[in-house]
Structures are given as C-alpha cells and as structure tokens.
C-alpha cells in the first residue's frame, strides 16, 4: 500500500506563490505517475497536473498552464507543484494522486492512490 502526505497550502493573495509538496510512503512504494487534483467547494474534483516518475513528462490543466510547474524527486518519492501567480479562482483543497501503473491520470477513475488534501485559498 502507498501513502501520500501533502504538505504546503495555505492562505495567499492573488499573484503570490504557493509549493505544495507530496511524499510518497510504504511497502513498494512506487508509482508510475504522480500528480495532483483540486476540488472547489460544491464542485467536482478535476486534474491539475500530473509527472511520469521515470521520464519526467508533464502534463497540466488548461487552467494552470503558465503557471503552474510540476516536477519530482525520485530519491525523496516527492513531487512538488509550484503555483505562481494565484488567482481566486485556484482556490480549492489539492489532493496529490498516484497511479501504480501506466494508466491516463488525467482520467480520474484511473487514480489509485490519494492523499488526504491541503487547502490553498487565494483572496482577492
């Protein structure tokens, strides 16, 4: 079984910076992909970014594109998602996400882990 524990959010203004970070744990603990979803209050949870563990290839959201910068860590088991220049409507809790195969992560029935999530609200 694999844990993630998210680390990072937090209370900022619009254009400031937040990284969150995301340490993976346990027996076997690795994963193909690693990446991250948020959920806004009242709405359903959808992909942000994702990072193939062996190659480093990256995909994101539209709505972060430009932004938002994912990257890991393979010795620590740890990716990291750096968010600049907030906006409120980033504003959600972020829930890091695993898969243990090659499946899409984009696809979220494809996630086979999750952490437990940090909120990242961003006033205006």
């Known amino acids: 079984q694999v844990q993630l524990v998210e680390s990072g959010g937090g209370l900022v203004q619009a254009g400031d910076s937040l990284r969150l970070s995301c340490a993976a744990s346990g027996r076997n603990a690795r994963v193909w992909t690693m990446g991250w979803f948020r959920q806004a209050p009242g709405k359903e949870r959808k992909f942000v970014a994702r990072i193939y563990r062996i190659s480093g290839g990256t995909s994101y959201a539209d709505s972060v594109k430009g932004r938002f910068t994912i990257s890991r860590d393979n010795a620590k088991n740890t990716v990291y998602l750096q968010m600049n220049n907030l906006k409120p409507e980033d504003t959600a809790v972020y829930y890091c996400?695993?898969?243990?195969?090659?499946?899409?992560?984009?696809?979220?029935?494809?996630?086979?882990?999750w952490g437990q999530g940090t909120q990242v609200t961003v006033s205006s």
């Open positions: 996400a695993a898969t243990a195969n090659i499946q899409n992560m984009e696809v979220i029935a494809n996630v086979d882990y």
